[in-house]
């Protein structure tokens, strides 16, 4: 996924949540992406905090989901 086709990825993403048919693996997908380019655009925050909350239940689900379905 590159930042230029964004906009279309997200805007289909956008549809199949609203349709109820977004899985798991494509929402935590698109989460670790925009948390990736956060990091190259902006770099790491002096705190050491990243984008995505890993301490949340919900944001965990997701991004388990993709790691499975990327292995």
């Known amino acids: 996924m590159t930042i230029s086709n964004t906009e279309s990825i997200l805007d289909s993403l956008h549809k199949k949540i609203k349709q109820g048919t977004a899985s798991d693996a494509e929402i935590g997908?698109?989460?670790?992406?925009?948390?990736?380019?956060?990091?190259?655009?902006?770099?790491?925050?002096?705190?050491?905090?990243?984008?995505?909350?890993?301490?949340?239940?919900?944001?965990?689900?997701?991004?388990?989901?993709a790691e499975k379905h990327s292995s």
């Open 29 to 65: 997908q698109v989460l670790l992406a925009l948390e990736k380019w956060d990091y190259e655009l902006f770099g790491a925050h002096s705190s050491g905090k990243r984008l995505l909350n890993r301490n949340n239940p919900h944001v965990n689900k997701f991004l388990v989901a």
